[in-house]
């Protein structure tokens, strides 16, 4: 597993100040995507001290920061383990910030797949950002989102009630 990038301090990918780490490598290759360098899984690099950089940098400078992981694509077969594995850390940690995490696959996919190990992974985001780009779809006045076909899922009250639960906002 390799990462394309980690940024300490992302102003962009989620509320406030985040940590963000963008995975490396995609099996979907949406059209249009604007993260076409990172669909190689050869890409990338390794970061063998990965957990320890993000846990560090959440509260660096005595400010707290939320976590979010993109792509790539991070819960594809290559990626979801580590993923997992950063995830669990991060909320050992940090318990009470914000997650979260951008996915081409929807939701609906993620769970028809009984997979355990992306079940995991689900359980421990606040917030899901879900479904394929699509290019005939582009909106850049979307919160978090680059088209209108992609979610932002509030994945507690989606555990909770086991139905989609949208954050509503401008649409």
């Known amino acids: 597993m390799k990462i394309a990038e980690l940024k300490l301090n992302d102003c962009i990918d989620g509320e406030g100040i985040s940590v963000s780490v963008w995975m490396q490598g995609c099996p979907l290759r949406c059209k249009g995507c604007h993260n ?3 669909w190689d899984f050869e890409g990338g690099y390794d970061e063998p001290e990965l957990k320890g950089k993000i846990i560090k940098a959440i509260s660096a400078n005595g400010i ?3 976590f979010s992981i993109l792509g790539g694509e991070p819960l594809c077969e290559q990626n979801k383990d580590m993923v997992l594995e950063i995830l669990k850390s991060v909320r050992i940690a940090y318990p ?3 997650i979260y995490l951008w996915t081409g696959y929807t939701y609906e996919f993620l769970k028809s797949l009984k997979d ?3 079940n995991d992974i689900l ?3 606040d917030y899901l950002i879900d479904g394929p780009y699509v290019e005939s779809e582009r909106d850049l006045t979307l919160k978090l989102r680059g088209s209108r ?6 994945m507690k009250t989606t555990l909770e009630s086991s139905k989609v639960v949208l954050v509503l906002e401008n649409k």
């Open 149 to 154: 076909n992609q979610r932002l899922i509030d």
């Open 64 to 66: 707290k920061r939320n």
């Open 116 to 118: 355990n190990t992306i």
């Open 96 to 98: 009470d910030i914000k």
């Open 123 to 125: 359980n421990q985001l």
């Open 36 to 38: 076409e360098r990172l």
